[in-house]
């Protein structure tokens, strides 16, 4: 929650009466010919890119950047509202979605007060920069009874990537046993993900003058203080610890969500993590050539970057045997096996259907948030260049109070979560 006194004064007078969109019944079902409503925060890139979306309507658009805005306003034939801070947004009584597509120093602070105002929210990948917003983030929507989704969905859909296969066959066979256990996953270039190394931030940027279009002290919002480059704004952000985790942030949710999922692992964590990697800036993000984790049960999640790895690593492996890209298999008859065993459980990935039903969509605030952990795990291991152990239950270091610290950061005043 901020310290701005008339958004405190106006959220506090909305909260109960908005603790589900405007035009859910009494119910608790939205009527099947009501079309729901969209505001978007964050319309650079990401955000302008998901203006149409089945059966809703864009009412409303905010953004710190005078230029984004206008851009995405003119992709809009319909009058909407436009906003230059969040908050106003989420308090349009028209939105019934919140879409957060800000950088992801902003999605914990922003989906928060989302559900606060009783928004459903669709947030971006990654869900959120710290470990310690995520947990904010999900005890927020619990409290609040919103709907939540998180924009990666290879878990439920589409060919995963270079792998050439999509997840839920995948799935099956994990469930059959037939693998046995533990496993390893390799998530590399060689069984078909691309780290995006381009991701990286310059270690010296030279303070430039601040474009009159921007609001840099609102783009920054919790993020330190630190003089304007354009570098460290819009499409290379990533690039910057205090903003992102670069080609890990980037894609870490994309390409882990889908293994927690298959390894059932939804709500829990890796119990330790390994980094191999150059000592990092603390500003700017760099390469590294593996980060490893590993469960309390032996499976592990090794990612190697760049070209790393070997070539003909398999995707999974285990005791009795290995899957490779294009969902090849080297366990003899393993198709004909694998016919008698159950599909995987059906999921709920209908986003509006999870709206107007009050049903968790099929990766919510929850799973997200374990997924997200993996990766901001990696993020710290990364910035302290060193293996480190964690408890999956309190979600936090084991000893090591320098990780912690980067569990639970401090935000710039007046910002707090």
């Not at 994990?174 to 995006?196: A, C, E, Q, R």
């Not at 997924?371 to 990364?382: D, R």
Request: glycine share 10%; charged share 25%.
């Amino acid at each position: 929650m901020t310290t701005r006194r008339h958004f405190l004064k106006t959220l506090g007078g909305v909260t109960l009466l908005t603790i589900v969109p405007r035009n859910v019944l009494g119910n608790g079902m939205l009527a099947p010919s009501d079309e729901l409503t969209k505001g978007i925060i964050g319309v650079g890139g990401m955000g302008r890119g998901h203006i149409p979306y089945d059966k809703t309507r864009v009412v409303a658009m905010c953004d710190v950047d005078k230029n984004h805005l206008s851009q995405a306003a003119s992709m809009v034939k319909d009058k909407i509202s436009l906003y230059h801070d969040f908050r106003d947004l989420i308090l349009d009584k028209n939105v019934d979605i919140v879409h957060i597509a800000t950088p992801p120093h902003w999605h914990g602070i922003m989906s928060v007060e989302a559900a606060k105002a009783g928004k459903d929210i669709f947030c971006e990948k990654p869900m959120t920069r710290t470990i310690g917003e995520g947990k904010r983030v999900r005890e927020a929507i619990a409290q609040h009874g919103n709907i939540f989704r998180l924009n990666t969905w290879f878990r439920f859909k589409d060919p995963f990537y270079g792998l050439g296969t999509p997840v839920k066959p995948l799935k099956k066979l994990i469930d059959s046993g037939m693998l046995g256990w533990p496993l390893k996953v390799t998530i590399s270039k060689h069984t078909g993900f691309d780290w995006k190394f381009y991701w990286v931030g310059k270690n010296h940027l030279e303070p430039q003058p601040i474009p009159e279009e921007l609001d840099y002290d609102m783009w920054l919002g919790p993020a330190p203080h630190k003089p304007y480059n354009a570098h460290r704004v819009h499409q290379t952000f990533r690039g910057y610890w205090d903003y992102d985790g670069g080609g890990l942030g980037d894609m870490g949710q994309h390409y882990i969500d889908p293994v927690q999922y298959m390894l059932g692992k939804d709500d829990t964590s890796p119990v330790k993590v390994e980094v191999d990697a150059p000592q990092q800036h603390p500003d700017a993000v760099g390469t590294w050539r593996s980060i490893s984790y590993t469960y309390a049960d032996g499976c592990q999640i090794i990612l190697w970057g760049g070209d790393y790895g070997e070539p003909d690593t398999p995707y999974i492996s285990g005791p009795n045997g290995n899957v490779y890209k294009n969902f090849e298999c080297d366990i003899p008859n393993w198709e004909k096996k694998l016919a008698d065993y159950p599909e995987p459980a059906e999921q709920q990935t209908d986003f509006l259907g999870a709206i107007h039903n009050r049903q968790k969509f099929a990766l919510n605030e929850m799973n997200g948030h374990r997924s997200c952990t993996i990766v901001n795990m990696g993020a710290v291991a990364l910035q302290l260049n060193r293996t480190l152990e964690f408890d999956p239950v309190k979600e936090e270091f084991i000893n090591d109070a320098e990780a912690n610290r980067l569990v639970e950061q401090p935000m710039r005043a007046p910002w707090t979560i």
